[in-house]
């Protein structure tokens, strides 16, 4: 059973654009939202975290997007650069954070010149 | 710059054999994870470990996957007898409980032939 459902599975934007990439999960207990950046033989990298009090949180140019009520939460790259090509990662985790992460699948994101 | 290590980064084994991976936490942190990652099921939880006692390991095959915490600075991560489908790439993470961010270190990446 996939507990945190990730799309799209690929995404191809110009520099500069804004990617937009989707979650979705189905257990009420979760109250920790992070996404992970990877590169290409490297371990997941932590971007940026939301918790369920807010609906919204800024990090440089990336945004999480929390709708509560939906179960769903997205991540927004502003002014998208190449150097931003990686697979992302949503994940989700109860008792804030302290147990374990259940993973998307990943989006892998290129961003052309 | 605090990170977490694993060795070896790279093995190629024939099925059969014993493989032995090795993790060091970020000194501090109280909480060591490992995931297994494939192209078709992801990153997938194998085990983890608060205050160096098991807390879940239900994503490791029992008979042939072990994991310990022998001290408070290295996790082990034993196959055997490994087998084919055991190619992956292995990640150890660790954090503090109350923060909720996971680390991930480098990785290994398994080759059983």
């Known amino acids: 059973q996939q507990q945190v459902k990730q799309s799209p599975q690929s995404l191809i934007v110009q520099k500069g654009g804004i990617p937009i990439i989707n979650c979705a999960y189905e257990n009420t207990a979760f109250d920790y939202f992070p996404w992970y950046q990877q590169f290409p033989g490297k371990g997941p990298a932590l971007l940026i975290a939301i918790r369920p009090d807010v609906s919204e949180k800024k990090e440089g140019r990336f945004t999480i997007s929390f709708n509560k009520s939906a179960k769903q939460f997205s991540l927004h790259i502003m002014d998208s650069q190449p150097g931003d090509s990686a697979t992302y990662f949503c994940a989700a985790s109860a008792q804030g954070g302290s147990e374990k992460l259940v993973f998307g699948k990943g989006t892998k994101l290129t961003v052309n010149p | 710059d605090a990170r977490v290590t694993q060795t070896p980064r790279h093995k190629v084994t024939e099925m059969g054999q014993e493989v032995t991976m090795r993790c060091q936490p970020i000194?501090?942190?109280?909480?060591v994870f490992w995931y297994r990652q494939t192209m078709m099921q992801g990153l997938e939880l194998l085990a983890y470990f608060r205050n160096r006692a098991p807390l879940d390991d239900s994503g490791m095959p029992k008979d042939r996957f072990s994991a310990e915490m022998p001290d408070a600075t290295l996790a082990t991560l034993k196959i055997q007898p490994s087998e084919p489908r055991d190619s992956a790439v292995y990640f150890c993470a660790s954090g503090l409980r109350r923060m909720g961010e996971q680390y991930f270190g480098p990785g290994t990446r398994l080759t059983v032939t």
């Open positions: 000194l501090g942190h109280n909480t």
